[in-house]
Structure formats: structure tokens, C-alpha cells
């Protein structure tokens, strides 16, 4: 049985681990063509585990075809090349999931700001401009095709002090800027949109929540809310087969919110809740929405 994604060609970055990973298994399962982006292309040359291509090898396990590419986000001609081989290969771009963020190893660490190295400032090199130019990259593919599908990757942290103030920064432009380019898209039938998550259990997840046990006592990081790094992959295959996409173009979503509109639990069963009363709600609504986004 073919999957819904038969024939559809995917960009997931920052995918040698964590969501990226399993964004990209998903989208797999579901037969599409998956690149794969990373830095890490050896194995052990980086703290945690996972490769772009171990990454890609799953991918195709799964049931789609997975290539993977070495890209620095950071790396504008990394980046271009990138877009360049996936048009020469391919001939058309389907989904763009801008998941790629430079998290430093101290986010969790609870220290003000300025106790902080400027050098954090990263995340806004990788994590909000990376998102612009991998956009601006596949508009160009998308736009003559007239059809496609680009998600940021984002969270809670859009409205809600999490952890500190440069990833609630990245997090809250990310979804303006998923939002505004969703209405210069409009008139080319490309959806743009951001997605919430909430615990994600990543490599990274499960190695602090190790270290510092008292992490599972917060409401950001207790495991019982949490999910599969999978979960918001088979969340964006849904959307990416959903012939009224354009209706949620603009909005940014929680995930499980949208999880539940389409019938979707994690890999286990699980249905994944919704922190909306707790963290707070997504500010962006669908462009679609008479009276707002313009």
C-alpha cells in the first residue's frame, strides 16, 4: 500500500538526531524522498549519537528513500548547494521542515542571561536566519510548481519564558516569520506554518533529564506530557496530504492540536496533550481567517 507522501520530496534539517531525525523517519514511512541535513557525518565525532547518514538509512528502512547531505545551516553556500542538487535530482520540493537550531549545552542551565556567553547568540544565526535562507532557497523550487508546504519547528516558548531570552526570541520570530511569509506565498498555493512542541524525548531530552532529575517535577519538561521525536513528523505527513492545507497557511499550531484534528497518537498509542492552558496560546492564526493576519 503506497503511503500518502508516494512521489513527494522533503527537506528536513538538522535531522542527524533529535525531532529532525524523526521528522524525517516519518515523512519515510509514509514513502516520500527525505534529504537529510546535519553537520555530523561521522559516527562519535559529536557528544550524542546519530548522522545524517544513519538518519537516511532509516529513512529508507522505513520506506522512503533518505540522502543524506552534510550542511552547515550557518554556511550560506552549503545551504545553496543543497537546494541546487535536491532541484537537479528532483526536479520539484515538496515540504521544507526548518527543525536546524544551535542549542548551547548551557539553554537548561538556570543563569541569567548575562552570566551567559554572547556566543549563545548562535541560536539566532541557526535557529531563526537559517530558517529565512532555507525558505528563501525552496520558495524557488516551490513557487513555479505552485504547490509545497514549509514548517518551523517551534514551541510553547513562543509566548512562555522557557529556559532563557534569546530561545524565546528565536522561537517567537520564528513563527512571526512562518506567518508573514505565508502571506506572500498565498498567491502561489504554498503553506506556510509553525508548530509547537512540547518534550520532545531526544537524545538531548533524555540525557538532561538524566542529570538533573528535578526536571521531571517542571511542567516543560515532565516526561508524562511528552512525546516521540516521530510524533511531529506523522503530524506534518498529515498536512502535507490534506487537500484544504491552505486553510491553516499563517497559523502557528500546536501539535497535538493538530494531532487530534486528524486522528494522530504517538508511536506507542499515546495521545499527546495539549500544554495550551498551561504554557499559553499560539498568537498566529491562518491568514485565511477573515479580519486577521494582513
Known amino acids: 500500500m503506497a503511503g500518502s507522501l508516494e512521489g513527494k520530496v522533503a527537506v528536513v534539517t538538522g535531522a542527524s538526531r533529535g525531532i529532525g531525525k524523526g521528522i524525517a523517519i516519518a515523512l519515510g514511512k509514509e514513502g516520500a524522498t ?5 553537520r555530523t557525518v561521522t559516527p562519535g565525532s559529536y557528544p550524542l549519537p546519530g548522522t545524517v547518514g544513519e ?16 550542511v552547515d545551516h550557518a554556511n550560506d553556500e552549503q545551504v545553496a548547494a543543497l537546494f ?21 549545552e548551557d539553554l537548561t542551565e ?16 541557526v535557529g531563526v536566519r537559517s530558517n529565512f535562507v532555507a525558505a528563501w532557497h525552496a520558495a524557488h ?8 508546504l514549509i514548517v518551523d519547528i517551534s514551541g510553547y516558548v513562543g509566548v512562555t519564558y522557557t529556559y532563557g531570552v534569546i530561545f524565546g526570541t528565536c522561537k517567537s520570530a520564528v513563527d512571526r516569520m512562518a506567518r508573514d511569509m505565508a502571506i506572500e ?14 518534550l520532545t524525548f531526544t537524545e538531548r531530552a533524555h540525557r538532561n533529564i538524566e542529570r538533573n532529575p528535578e526536571m521531571k517535577k517542571l511542567t ?16 506534518i505527513a498529515a498536512l502535507a496530504a490534506d487537500p484544504e492545507l491552505m486553510k491553516r497557511s499563517g497559523g502557528t499550531f500546536i501539535t497535538a492540536e493538530v494531532a487530534a484534528d486528524y486522528g494522530i497518537v504517538d508511536i506507542d498509542g499515546k ?24
Open 34 to 38: 527525505v534529504y537529510v541535513t546535519g
Open 55 to 70: 538518519t537516511a538509512e532509516e529513512v529508507t528502512r522505513a520506506g522512503g528513500k533518505g540522502v543524506a547531505v552534510q
Open 84 to 104: 541546487e542538487q535536491v532541484q537537479r535530482e528532483q526536479g520539484r520540493l515538496d515540504i521544507l521542515v526548518n527543525n536546524a537550531f544551535a542549542l548551547p
Open 110 to 125: 538556570p543563569k541569567p542571561f548575562w552570566e551567559k556567553p554572547l556566543s549563545n547568540w548562535e541560536m539566532v544565526d
Open 141 to 148: 523550487i516551490m513557487v513555479p510548481q505552485k504547490s509545497g
Open 185 to 198: 506565498l498565498q498567491p502561489h498555493n504554498i503553506a506556510s506554518i509553525s508548530l509547537w512542541q512540547g
Open 220 to 235: 516543560v519538561t515532565n516526561p508524562l506530557v511528552g512525546c516521540s521525536t516521530e510524533f511531529p513528523g506523522r503530524v
Open 271 to 294: 495521545v499527546i496533550p495539549s500544554l495550551r492552558a498551561e504554557r499559553g496560546a499560539p498568537i498566529w492564526r491562518p491568514i485565511a481567517e477573515a479580519g486577521h493576519g494582513r
